[in-house]
């Protein structure tokens, strides 16, 4: 029996764990003692390994490689010699035909690792020779990316989980942690424990509120409002540190003339939070020795998510809670490798590292180190996922090769993004299982699993771990980067590597962020947070120290925006709010824990609508009771889960069930920057079965 270090493959809390092993099969999971987690794990840590033991599952794992030939024909299965062949020969037969910007790729977020999403930009970038890469933080915190690199210049969080517990106040904003990232939440228990002031802001009573000390249950789609209205509160009561404001931050005077209109009585009526909540909220957060703001998709999820973003972390400016420990501004990352697939470039405006790919110099460095021409780089920045449906149906892009993600589950409007799949010409999914997005592909080309590879991981506060393999595949598989390796070579380009370590090694050396985070350094059980700019640089728990911002000018910027109402608002024909939630047991599109015996008996059958008596019983609804829910674009069916937590005119769905998924529901409306759907806000109506 052996014990081997892991990293949990789900949220972006980033838990230790070990995986005991014995005569070549996982026998259970322990909980190590992580940075962020101290000997703790949830349900998804302790019995989220076992689909990797079994070969009878409700979702078939990818076995070996399979051609279909013809469109609408069956899968064959074949070599890796021809699957690779085959890839390259259609990849480099689009190329010559449409151009590079007409193929578009993914890394992954989940278990792959950051070594195979460098070299999956490696071979978008230096061998099709476009900046169409990116990754499902699309559909999440891309909006807190975009909107903190405006107003303090890099967007990640700010401050280390692990310090969340040491803040005494924390403002959790449209982010339900006890589901997505339950580790955390014991982060905010612990710091209720020692004292700390706990402040809600969400629609939903969630678990989370049943310990704050104030709970702000604002309507849904009325972020801008509120956080404007607070911005309003530490203005106008000078609540706001006018010392700091002065020497560290630039943009006051817009930002007061843009909240003004926004005092808590005048916008009571839009938020639906009573004004005394409101200020006392603001009273509470400027009075606290440190303070912490924390968001998830609460806030991402709409079309105006970048603004948002920015002015919740312009309250973190004007109180001073930034550049010192137990402060500062934590977007939680959602799945376990979001922050380092965008952290390894896979994402269409930034080089690993990110460096930007309209930058000539930048170009440059990257294909001298690759051995390729500046010249034949792309010097725009790249499609985003988000786009490819309509660009697929407007004949702009004609391939697509997705590396660990499902969008024909996870992505907004799957009606749409059907249609944009139909459209295409070639469809290449690299995968551990038959997704609904594999069931679509072309080729079908099976990848290793976590617990079957080792590599790094980054979690959500910007921390480096190493993770190891733990048993050998049962299949016909390979290493993500192995068979992107092989394509590349086949194209042309020779792309090889031993091991994960070379890979890190040379990303490392392109990456200044990057450069002192050795292998060695992480050892077995580290956590090295970037910045970590040299060999004997001890990595970065917390960011803008001496209040010395990453923007160009080094200021922290502030900023405010008039509040814009969500596309779709509710009318006679579709009266109720649709919002997408998570569900504690299982984790994004559900293939893999949805594969562990455990978990599945979390819920005995798929999904469910969450809502309030009062709609329900105007509706004629009973609590469990099948019901239809019906968007403009579409129609499912599932139970009603009749319930006080939720605010009357909305309801809720979980978008992790292939029955009943919500997304059939969903709207794309994007957010204008960072092209984010708007998927916790659309019109729905609800009918008994
Ligand atoms: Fe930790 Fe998240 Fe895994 Fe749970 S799902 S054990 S909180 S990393």
Known sequence: MKKITSVCPYCGAGCKL??????????????????????????????GWDFLNDTKLLTPRLTQPMIRYEKGGKFTPVSWDE??????????????????????????????????????????????????????????????????????GNGAMSNSIGDIENSSCLLV?????????????????????????????????????????????????????????????????ELYDKDYVASFTTGLEAYRETVKEYAPEAVEHLTGVPAKQVRQAMRTYAAAPSATIMWGMGVTQFGQAVDVVKGLSSLALLT??????????????????????????????????????????????FANAWGIDPAVMDDKVGVRITEVPHLALEGKVKAYYIMGEDPLQTE???????????????????????????????????????????????????GFQRFEKAIEPMYNVK?????????????GYPMHYDNNQQIWDELRELCPLFYGVTYEKMGDMGHVQWPCPTLD?????????????????????????????????????????????????????RSMTGNCAALQTLADEPGFVQINPQDAQALGIKDRQLVWVESRRGKVITRADVSERVN?????????WWIGACNELTQDNLDPISKTPETKYCAVRVSAI
């Open 479 to 491: 290493r993500d980067w192995e068979i992107i390796s092989l394509i590349a070579t086949e194209m």
């Open 537 to 589: 640089h001890p990595g970065t728990p917390y960011l803008y120290q001496n209040n010395k911002f990453d923007t160009p000018d080094g200021k922290g910027h502030l900023f405010a925006a008039q509040w814009r109402a969500p596309a779709e608002r509710p009318d006679d024909a579709f009266p109720l709010v649709l919002c997408t939630v998570r569900e504690v047991g299982h984790y994004s599109c």
């Open 83 to 152: 699957a690779i062949r085959y890839t390259a020969k259609r990849l480099g037969e689009i190329k010559a035909k449409f151009g590079p910007r007409a193929i578009m790729t993914t890394g992954s977020s989940r278990g792959t690792g950051n070594e195979t999403n460098y070299v999956m930009q490696k071979f978008a970038r230096g061998v099709l020779n476009t900046n169409n890469v990116d990754c499902c933080a699309r559909v999440c915190h891309g909006p807190s990316v975009a909107g903190l690199q405006e107003t303090l």
């Open 648 to 656: 009357h005119g909305s309801v809720y769905m979980t978008y992790q």
């Open 18 to 47: 070990k995986l005991v092993v014995d005569n070549g099969k996982i026998i259970r999971a322990e909980a190590a003692d992580g940075h962020t987690n101290q000997n703790e794990l949830c349900l998804k840590g302790y019995y």
């Open 412 to 462: 907004a409007d799957l009606g749409l993004v059907r249609k944009g799949f139909e459209a295409l010409d070639f469809v290449v999914v690299q995968d551990i299982f038959m997704t609904k997005t594999a069931e679509q592909a072309d080729v079908l080309l099976p990848a290793t699993s976590w617990g079957e590879h080792g590599g790094v991981f980054t979690c959500a506060d910007r």
């Open 320 to 365: 001073g809670n930034l550049g010192r420990e137990h402060v500062g501004v934590g977007p939680v990352r959602g799945q376990n490798n979001v922050q380092g697939a965008c952290d390894m470039g896979v994402i269409p405006n930034q080089f690993p590292g990110y460096q930007d790919v309209v930058n000539p110099q930048v170009r440059a460095k």
């Open 173 to 237: 904003f449209g982010y339900n942690c006890a589901d997505s990232h339950p580790i955390v939440a014991r982060r905010v228990i612990k710091a209720k424990q020692k004292g700390a002031k706990i402040i809600v802001c969400d629609p939903r009573r969630i678990e989370t509120a049943r310990i704050a000390d104030q709970h702000l249950q604002l309507n849904n789609g009325c972020n801008m409002a509120l956080v404007n209205a607070f911005g309003h509160v530490l203005l106008e009561e």
